[in-house]
């Protein structure tokens, strides 16, 4: 199985944007109403749709907080390159960089520009 999250935005060309300047992928579609970003192992990491494209009605209210519960988490092999970009980038950081004990890794806790909260890992240890 491969997860394949997809997240409603506002403006998919510069959520793309944003996500691959953070995550260091590229863009495996874009678009106006769409977008598929790809990894380094050419997987595919999210998608990006508009939240008024094509009508879908099990997509959301766009008028309500976005995420509440959900988490979008990404485990990285360069999380210190990573929480530079974020930096970089003036990212709203909400917590972080920092060591989880109990998962014992480094994590840094983003918010994205449609209110998403995005979690960066690095590996165990």
Known sequence: MQ???MIAVNDVP???LW???LLNC???HGGDEYERLIGAADELIMQLHHWAAHEHPHMGDREL????GVLLWYCIDDFDAAVSRAQAMS???LEGPMVNPNANHREIWIRDPD???VVLA????
Not at 65 to 68: C, E
């Open 26 to 28: 590229r863009s495996g």
């Open 122 to 125: 690095s590996a165990p240890g």
């Open 115 to 117: 209110g998403y909260v």
């Open 3 to 5: 997860p394949q999250p």
């Open 14 to 16: 510069g959520s793309s």
């Open 65 to 68: 907080p976005k995420g509440n």
């Open 19 to 21: 996500y691959q300047q």
């Open 91 to 93: 990212a709203e950081i």
